[in-house]
């Protein structure tokens, strides 16, 4: 029974389930390697306390020699003569032991015991008239913390061991109890040594003395009922919910079926008493955990469910009641208790496997994931606090505090189960939840841009850590919405609720596409989902287009508590926010009307077009060019008019930006696809070319001086040299109206390259002529590239040129006489 988790010690394997390292006992132990003692101290250690009994003195080495042996916990082994030993000291009447021996010395009784596979009957009957002794006449006097909780261990580890009668096993129970309900105002002040008070309880609930059971509980869950007994903790309620699944794990293996049905009666009686619901929750979890494990037959298979069943109605009565209690989902500013059994009933939850879903649970889960996983919220409200009336290093601290917590820690176990609940509750409970969520992402968007802009060069660490809380948030809203997504778009409800539904979760995506740092298949498979049920719908549509923010809005700085510079470039919360738009948006702008688009989505998109990310100018090119490729319109002339429009600005923005700003490659998508779409002979392809031509002739006369970049494999990255390959190109894109114009423009600008610019383009005209399919375009294209040949030809071999041959090759051509080379092509 004692060693069904397969530690000797319960109290180690309940401080290394709580998940928090300010459980740490003042008795040495295995957890510190580098104190362990050598055989040799060892041997040493035991013969001086021999020679203490022995001349009847108790000196500062023989306290020494106690913690040398306790350094070495996990390998000491304590034989029945050795227990003799230190039962002869503690009740020696001659020794004058000094206070701090008496823990060390509980704990060395307490390893022997543990250890030894059969220690002697008759031995522990004396140690147990020894401690009775004690406790009665110089507890006391004596008592501390540390001897409270090593008393606590040691009674509770004898009251389990089975070949100690009864009778003594009832007098360990009856004075650990006794402890329990008359000292619980010592456990306020160990704290640091509940795992070894938890881990006797454990213990003594494992005794075949099943009549004890209910005052071990009350006595449990009392000392925090009581208001000096100690403030609950996460950490304490970890410690609860492990020792219950230890002691059931027992009596299931063991197949101890009467101490499973007592222990089944007796937490009824518990529940139903006003004991501290933190606790409560706690033993509830331990039981659901426990009775995960296989039953030894079919009438334990009943009991355990039996007893299953009560935890988790139990466990749902305090969720139904605490909602209604917090004013359901409107407050997230809850007290330390509230807060406290929140964080509890999430932990539990998240670790006791499989539990049957309830609206009261899945409301408290929303709960718990919002205000006290990722409280980011009340996070941004202490960040933008000044540092007159907090500290940068209290706020770093408060954060790290968090991060290192274990709800944290188990935030994606606990967004599991929030969302395996959110699947069978009912669709009152999925609404509320939704809509909280949803509004959670808009709060999160809101703060964490004020704090972003806040921070940023002035605590970066503080500013990092929070985002780190933030990246976990995401990654729930992910899945949350991957769960609402597959149960409402995949199931019989109406369509209104489709469209809302999506339109709502690709503006919280919106709102949280900040923290996305990976790419994340649920996160894409969601989008994909919902932007096509958007696409089908026009509300759905007009709704999202017009939730993205407006061009004053994205301009001014939002409602900072505190004066300060704004620039829309550098808000980087926002600025993901709008490339989400402008990566969605093209996937529905068949079906978008033309006015929406110039008056809603156009103003946003040559804003960011002079964004300096060139990830983030790129994508607003896309999108131009996404629009002016759509066609869908009931009104084309309309569509048509306004994309001519659009274009004149579109060409006077990106020609101004580049090189520098705009991206080539955004820019060529956009000329793209409006030289593709525009109707035959329209003035905005016309303006399109000649704005190209310019600017690549300004381009060229500032590029003058690098007489190499015209050489083979050089200068590819050349402004210059790349938009004159790009107007080439387009000689076999633009329509038949249009090539004249181009044809003309493109001759003048090669004209008046260096001899090495002319042969590079010649040479590319050439190649791309002649691997030209169109029948229509290649007859004019062949005899305009030989005038274009020959022209070159005569510039450069002019006998009124007053430049050398050198020079040519090197400088660009004047355009003086273009009208006459205009005249001969």
């Known amino acids: 029974m004692a060693r069904q988790t397969g530690n000797l010690f319960l109290e180690e394997w309940l401080r290394s389930n709580c998940g928090s390292d300010s459980y740490t006992t003042s008795i040495p132990s295995s957890s510190f390697p580098s104190l362990s003692s050598s055989a040799r101290s060892i041997i040493q250690a035991w013969a001086d306390l021999r020679d203490s009994l022995q001349h009847q003195s108790f000196n500062h080495h023989h306290l020494q020699a106690l913690k040398t042996l306790l350094n070495s916990q996990t390998s000491l082994h304590v034989a029945d003569p050795q227990a003799k030993l230190l039962l002869s000291i503690v009740s020696s009447q001659s020794l004058i032991l000094p206070q701090e021996s008496y823990p060390l010395l509980f704990r060395l009784l307490y390893i022997w015991v543990r250890k030894s596979f059969r220690p002697l009957s008759t031995l522990i009957v004396s140690v147990i008239d020894v401690l009775s002794h004690f406790f009665a006449t110089e507890f006391s006097s004596k008592k501390s913390s540390e001897l409270f909780s090593e008393g606590i261990l040691l ?20 004075l650990l109890c006794k402890l329990l309900e008359e000292e619980y105002q010592l456990v306020t002040s160990s ?7 938890l881990a006797g309880i454990g213990y003594a609930l ?11 509980m009350d006595s449990l869950l009392g000392m925090w009922e009581k208001k000096d007994g100690p403030r609950g903790s996460v950490s304490q309620g970890l410690m609860i919910l492990h020792m219950v699944e230890w002691v059931l794990s027992g009596f299931i293996q063991s197949r101890s079926l009467d101490k499973i049905k007592a222990f089944d009666q007796e937490a009824l009686k518990t529940w139903k ?30 009991m355990i469910s039996q007893l299953r069943t009560h935890a988790e109605n139990h466990i749902e009565s305090l969720a139904l009641e605490l909602f209604s209690t917090t004013g359901g989902l409107s407050s997230s500013d809850y007290d330390f208790s509230t807060s406290l059994l929140l964080q509890c009933i999430a932990l539990a939850l998240a670790r006791c496997g499989f539990i049957s879903s309830s609206a009261p649970l899945f409301m408290c889960l929303a709960l718990a994931l919002l205000s006290e996983i990722f409280p980011l919220p009340r996070l941004y409200t202490k960040a933008l606090e000044f540092p007159e009336s907090r500290s940068a290093g209290m706020r770093c601290s408060e954060v790290n505090e968090h991060l290192a917590s274990v709800p944290f820690k188990e935030a994606g176990a606990i967004t599991g189960v929030f969302c395996n609940q959110y699947i069978s509750v009912d669709e009152d409970s999925r609404e509320k939840v939704e809509n909280m969520l949803w509004a959670y992402c808009q709060d999160l968007y809101l703060g964490h841009r004020q704090v972003a802009l806040f921070l940023r060069g002035r605590e970066d660490e503080l500013l990092g850590n929070i985002e780190k ?22 199931s019989v409800v109406s369509q209104e609720t489709k469209m809302e539904t999506s339109v709502s979760i690709l503006v919280a995506f919106s709102c949280v596409e900040y923290f996305r740092r990976m790419r994340l298949p649920e996160y894409m498979d969601t989008i994909r989902v919902v932007a096509v049920t958007v696409q089908e ?28 510079e704004y620039l829309w470039s550098k808000d980087e919360v926002q600025t993901a926010r709008i490339l989400f738009y402008l990566r969605v948006i093209p996937t529905c702008i068949e079906r978008l009307p033309a006015p929406l688009f110039s008056n809603v989505v156009a103003p946003t998109m040559f804003l960011y077009m002079e964004h300096p990310s060139g990830k983030v100018s790129q994508a607003s090119h896309r999108m131009f060019a996404a629009f002016i490729s759509s066609g869908k319109d009931n009104n084309e002339d309309e569509r048509t008019s306004i994309k001519e429009k659009l274009v004149f600005h579109y060409m006077q923005l990106s020609l101004a930006g580049y090189p520098g700003i705009t991206p080539f490659e955004g820019m060529a998508s956009g000329v793209v696809a409006l030289v593709r779409h525009l109707p035959a002979g329209s003035p905005a392809t016309f303006y399109c070319v000649h704005s190209l031509v310019e600017n690549a002739n300004r381009l060229c006369r500032d590029s003058a001086e690098k007489t190499d970049m015209w050489k083979n494999g050089q200068g590819e990255n050349d402004p210059c040299k790349k938009i004159l390959e790009f107007l080439i190109r387009l000689i076999f894109l633009v329509d038949i109206q249009v090539l004249p114009n181009l044809m003309k423009l493109l001759a003048q600008l090669i004209i008046q390259l260096p001899k090495d610019g002319q042969n590079m383009a010649l040479n590319e005209l050439y190649s791309q002529v002649a691997e030209c399919d ?52």
């Open 273 to 302: 008493g006003s004991y501290a619901p933190f606790a409560l929750v706690m033993v509830g979890g331990g039981v659901l955990r426990a009775s995960s494990r296989p039953a030894p037959n079919s009438q334990g298979l009943e």
């Open 206 to 216: 494992s005794s075949s003395v099943t009549v004890y059971y209910g005052r071990i």
């Open 469 to 490: 809380i933030a990246e976990s948030a995401f990654l729930m809203v992910v899945f949350f919405a991957l769960a609402v997504t597959k149960h409402k778009l995949n």
């Open 155 to 174: 009674l509770g580890a004898f009251s389990c061991v089975p070949i100690v009668p009864e009778k003594t096993k009832i007098v360990c129970l009856e």
């Open 191 to 197: 704290l640091g040594h509940m795992p070894e008070v």
């Open 774 to 825: 169109d029948v229509t375009r290649k007859p004019t294209l062949v005899s305009w590239l030989q005038s274009l040949s020959y022209l070159c030809s005569q510039v450069s071999g002019s006998p009124g040129s007053k430049r050398s041959e050198e020079d040519s090759a090197s400088q660009p051509r004047d355009p003086s006489n273009w009208d006459g080379l205009t005249a001969r092509l």
């Open 537 to 564: 719908n026009d509300s759905a549509r007009l709704s999202f287009i017009q939730s993205m923010p407006s061009y004053v809005d994205l301009t001014n700085p939002p409602d900072f508590p505190y004066k300060a």
